[in-house]
Structure formats: structure tokens, C-alpha cells
């Protein structure tokens, strides 16, 4: 595989230090020495014209007095001196540069102008910039230290990187003192340029880090944190700290649902949507690495406790409680299997007490027996040093009972040297073990939470669902028209309008603006009915007194519309009131109000809520949220996540909400999200769900424009499958195939198909000899980010395929992926040996370069063997220009303008 453009600044051969000083209290200074005493191999180039020498080492007033040309600039000088350091660079032909300088953005107007001065000298010259304003970076297996911080990283398997260079010194500090070793150490600075998301798709092929620890301050490119999230939690364990876990919602909203939504909540959802684990603290944040890196992996989150002790049993308990974790409800099976091994007043539950005298026997009787319980996921084994117990001699049974079951096993062996060489053992062996129960249950708990947000992880919902197509002309009109006016508020005749273009069921509504015309719409409703102030400065009705329920005559409703108004006249005199909505009085008594709601979070776009209903929404406190786009996976562990959840099915005498009718609505709420980015918040609350279905009684929006040059879906941080790329075509031949972007179920297509080319297709596909694909390459090829590659699959239907069974089989994929600047792609092709000469590799080259050409990309070019004249031909034909590879005389670079 080429090369990947960040490694000049991960593995450069030679560094040049702008700044380096002799002073060794200077920034300067201490990255020259950092990078001399951590023994990095390549030249290290000091660059400053006040000096002549520092360290006996000839010092250069400028880069090209050096006559160097290195892969690495480190820049340690006055802000001001940056830009004309990184034109110097450019026209040098370096391709990395650390800038430490702090005095940018994070100074105010002017520094923010110095950097865009910056960024503009390195985008000319082409140097991609780490920094500014950050402590630099560490990779001890090259010995390379290019930081200005007083830590040596040992060289170890975990990847960190940090927003904050004064948490990445305290975290090495930490890791020494506990052994723990390190692949690379970053710390991102201000980010001007490369952020979060390029880090993790270097580090997710990185072949020297096993995990991947981030710190997280805040987000800037939620779309590039997602991508490089997705991508590199395909591959590795990757862990998320963030500050600032409790900021409250907006006070300032407009819906419920923006009140309870905060967004640290937001964040959660992006996480667990990226297939990401998240913790609190910097001492989780390796355990949950520890633990993800054992390569133990869990089906599900019910965890049986072995103990030799009810306190700490209790303790872990109490601790799966906090954590979301449940305890396994032992089978009687088991239980009557543990009987006779055990003491007669053992605990017969969960946690399993096996009492204070237990010897080996019983630990490896318990544990085999919860390992082999259909009910445990996993199991915990605790032991609190006491006379009758030989800890080692424990530690090698749970090890034994490990060896003999698929589940995890996890260890809390207490105490200190009593248990020392138990803990060797275990290291030895694999074995996770934590100091006490609750740091076990906690680092079990993310090996769960890993588990579940994998598998969100593999879905790529559409942006529509393969039911009725909604009236998105409708919808649109009605926010149009809104926006014309100058208004944010629709009203709920406007706000129904838009649920019912999305086929949500919901309650008729008619705006009366007299008595009579109130009287004469319900008299058209039937009765009972209920009436409400129309007003888009009142969306809470209910606080101003503005809802007039269970109304039986004309005589109550013409009341009711005096009193009404006079009300919430006397309550909110500068409201602009339209009239009165009359409405069905909608009676369910097995009904259950839900609300469903739509939140734009600043960073990463909206969101969709799900939780209890009614006028007591922000008591309760009772939601979940999900990044659209949704389907029923994802929809199904949104509910699974409320307290209403339990309310939905069988209740007492209620028969079981029609689930079906929940799950509908909430995917037509995605498709709304998804295609209408001018909603910013949206309510419907309460949404009535009974055994006969659901309905959405009252409902809410808010809009705003946005400009119609917006690319589609550019306001969702997780782009949709793209559908509308699907195409059905006919090949020269008569042949019939479908054209699709490639999906993550596609896997066992793929495999098959590559493993089924010739090897003289696989040469020219991969330039090596390739046996097979690694899960890796499988991963990377069918699992990818639409929003920064692109894979075009081509498909036919085969009546044998896989033995007899009809399936989809794959014949040929064209791809590329969009480069550094942005602007140019580089793409690959292969077709299936006996579907060459058919005309396949030309529709699928179209294909992608339409897609390109739509996703504003300017040129796309690709690397060919000049021995492979079929796709030279192919490229001529398509307008594509051919040289000679400038560093390989068998190669050929093909190249065109879109």
C-alpha cells in the first residue's frame, strides 16, 4: 500500500528545528535536546541566525543555507516569524512542520489573522501543520521526541492524542509510574490544520498501535471527527475522554426537547454511533484500553459475580448498577449444578458467594458453572486474601476455567502483596485483573459498551426508507412560505402539514379565528373536542393557560373561545395570537404518551430524541438520542434506553404498544431530518402510542433557511447511504447489473469476489502477489465514509450462488479516495476476469467520476502498470492523460481534469 502522506511527519528521516536555542528553559531548547537525548537517528538541522553552534552542532541562519531538504519542520519562534518559516518550507519541499508558537487564534482578531496567514504559506508550499500552539509529538519506537515537555514516552502499543499539551505531560507521568508504553503521543494544539479525523486514519493503519486513546476538549469538524472515528474503530480499540461531561442543556430553547438535551448527551450519541467507548477518567481510560486490547469480546452486558466474600460481591453489584451492567439471573440449572460443590449456605444467587474458606475447588466450580449459564455474558471472579485461600493457586484455577469457555473473565484480586504474584499470573495469562470490584465492573462495562456501539457502528441506514415516498414538495412549501414571512415558528396546522407529508399519523386540526367558525369545526370534528391559542410566541400552551380540554357542545366551546383568549391575553399581552385550533379530543385509555423530538446541536448537526411524553417532560428527564439516519437497529436501542421502555409493552391490564406503528414514525422522523435540513428543533409531544397504533396530538417546529447551494446532507454529521446512486443497467451484451455505492454487509460479496480474480488481476488491482484479503483490507474496502471516499460496486443476481442458495454476486468495484488538498481523488478499478470486453469497467469508471464531478472534486488520477495495456486503453478512452511514473520506470500515473 502507498505510502500515507502524514508519515513524514510520524517517521521523518531528518528534522529541522527552527528556534533552537542553547537556553535550556527555552522551547526551543528543550525540543532540540528532547530530540538529541531520545537518540532519533536522522540528521536534526538547528536553524537560527543568532547562533553559529548550539550543542556542537553547526547552526544555519536559514533552511536553504543548510542545504537540507528534511521531511520535518519543528518551529519554536515568535508567532510573527511563522508564515515566512512556512513559505521557506514550502519552497523547500518539506511536507511536515510542527508549529509550538503559541499567539493565534487562541489570542483574539489579530491572532487569528496571523494564523490564517500561516495556513495560507503552508497550503501554497503544500506543508501539511501540526500545531500551532501545541507541545508537539512523540514515536519512541523511532526514537523520535519532538515535544518541549520534560516526559520521555516508553515505546508500548497505545496511541494518544490530546487537545491538551498539559494533560498529555500528566498522563506520560501517570504511565510511567505504571509501566504503560506508547506507539505515538500527540498533542493537536489549536488544530488549524490537521485535526482529529486525519490523526485517527493514519493511526487506524498505523502497524505500531495495537489501541487508541483520545482526549477530547472540543470539536471543530464533527464530520472529520466521525469519519477518522468509524475508520479507525474498525480496526483498533479507540477510547474518548472529554471534558465537560455535565453542561446543561439550552435554557433558551424553544422545545422540550432542546431543554433536555444537553451536549454531552449529543456527544454520547456521536460516540456510540462511531463504535467508540467513552470513559470519565484518565485511570479508565487504560483500563478500558486494557481490557478492549486482551482481545476478550462480549455478546451482551449480564455479568455473573464470583466472590469469596458478600461484601465485595455487594460492592460489584451496586457498581454493574451504576454502569448499566446487569446481573445475570442464574438458571436453576446452575444453581442445582453448584449445590452439591458448595457449602449449604451459600448465596443460591447472583452474586455467588462461595464463603471465606473457598480453596481452589470451589473457585473453578463456580466459575465453569456461570461461564456455562446461557444467562452470563461474562464473568467476574473477586477474592479478598484470607487464611483459608490461596490467591495464586485461585488465580490458576479462574485462568483454567477461562481456557475452557469463549466468554470473558475478568479478575479483582484485593489487596497488595498478598496478591502480587496472582497479578503476574494473569498478566502472564491474559487475564484482565483490576485492584477492586468497581474498577473490574466499570472496565467491563466498556468492553460491553464496545460491544453494542460496534454494532451501531455496521449500520448505514438511507436517508429514505423503502416504504411510501414522502411529499417532500409539500413539507418544503410550508417551510418556504414560513421563511418568507420572516418566521421560525410554524404554526400546528403548518407543523402537522409537514408530519403528514411524512405519513406520521396525526390528529386533524382546523384554525378557527371566530366563535362561530370554532363552533362550526367542531361541530365537523365531533365531539368531544379541544381548543388551543394559536400563537407562534407561545410554543408551551399549557404555561399561559392556552388549552381548553374535553369540550361536549357548541355552547362549552363558545365559551371556552372567550375565556380562552381572554386568558392568555391577560398572561402574555404581547403575543401575536392567530386564532384557536380545534382539535379531535383525542381519548386512548391504554394509550401512553411518548415524545419524539429534533434537536441541531452546533457541532454535530441534528438529532433525534425519543422518551415519556406529556406536560411533565422535563421532571422526568427521561430521553435517549441518535444521530440520524436511523433504522430499526438503531431505533430499537434508542427505546431500549428510556424508562418508558418498560411502560411499552405488556403493562398491568394494558395489552403492548404496536410497536411496528413506533418504529415507523421514528424512521419517518429520520427521513424528515435527513431531507429537510431547514428544521432545527421539532416536537410532537405527546405522541399517543396504543395497541392500535400512534398519533401525534400536538406537535411543534421551528425553521430556519439555509442556502440552496448546500451540498444534500451536508448538515448530518453521518452521511446517509447514498440511494440515489443505485442504478440498474444494461451491459453491450444484454447483460443486466446494478451499480451501487458499496455497503458494510457487503463483505462476504467482496471477499468472494477478490479472492476469485486471476492472479494476474490481483497484480494489477494491489501490486503484490495477494493470497487473500486480512479482515483489515476487508474492513477498510466495504465499511467506508461516503463523505470522503467513494466505492462502486457492480452487482448481478445468481441463481447458484453460494451452493445452490440465489444471491447477489459481486463482478466488478471502482473506488477512489479524496486527497489532503481536497480537490483531487485518486481511484482504482477491477473487473471480475470473465466480465472483461463487456463494457462493465467503462460504466463504472462514469460512475465514479460523476460522483466526483458532483462532490466538486477537480482532477482524479490513478497508478497503472505499464504492463496492464487493458486499463491504459480503458483510461485513454475516458480522456484521461498517461506519463511515466517519476519514480518507477514500470508504472504509469493516469490523470484528467473533471
Known sequence: MAQHYLSPLFEPAGIAVFGASPRAGSVGGRVFENLINGGFKGPIVPINPKRKTIRRRKCHPSLAASRQRPDLAVIATPADTVPSILEECGQAGVPAAIVMSAGFSETGSAGKRLQKKALAAARRGGVRILGPNCLGLMRPEFALNATFGRNQARPGDLALVSQSGALCTAILDWAESQGIGFSTVVSLGDAADIDFGELLDFLALDRLTRSILLYVEGVQDARSLLSGLRVAARLKPTIVMKAGRFEAGSTAAVSHTGALVGADDVFDAALARAGVVRVPTIEELFAAARMLSSEQRVGGRRLAIVSNAGGPGVIAADSASEHQVELAELSRETIERLDPQLPAHWSRRNPVDILGDADTRRYEAAIDACLADDAADAVLAILTPQAMTEPVEAARAVVEARSRSTKPVVASWMGEAAVDAARELFAERGVPDFPTPESAVAAFSHLANHHRNQQLL??????????????LARARRIIDKACAQGRTQLTLSESKGILEAFHVPVNPTIEAKSAPAAVAA?????????????????PHKSDVGGVELNL??????EGAYHALRRRVRKRAPDATIHGITVEPMYEARGGRELMVGVLNDKVFGPVISFGAGGVAVEVYQDRAIALPPLNEVLIDDMISKTRV?????????????????????LLRISEMVCELPQVTEMDINPLVADENGVI????????HPVPRTRRKYAHMAIHPYPQDLVRELTLRGGEQVVIRPIRPEDARIEETFVNALS???????????????TPQMLVRFTQIDYDREMAFIATVEDDAADGGDAGEVEVGVARYGIEADGRSCEFAIVVADEWHDRGLGSRLMKALMAEARARGLREMYGEVLAANSSMLGLARRLGFKVRVHEDDPDLRVVSRKL
Open 696 to 703: 401525534a396530538v400536538d406537535a411543534r417546529f421551528t425553521v
Open 759 to 773: 492472479p494476474e488481476s490481483k497484480y494489477f488491482r494491489f501490486m503484490e502477489v495477494l493470497k487473500r484479503l
Open 645 to 665: 421502555a418498560r411502560l411499552i409493552g405488556s403493562f398491568r391490564h394494558l395489552p403492548p404498544v404496536d410497536t411496528h406503528a413506533l418504529v415507523e414514525v
Open 552 to 557: 361536549r357542545d357548541a355552547y362549552q366551546v
Open 522 to 538: 367542531a361541530e365537523k370534528l365531533g365531539y368531544p373536542i379541544v381548543l388551543k391559542i394559536s400563537s407562534p410566541d407561545l
Open 458 to 471: 455496521l449500520q448505514v441506514p438511507g436517508p429514505l426508507t423503502s416504504r411510501t415516498a414522502p411529499d
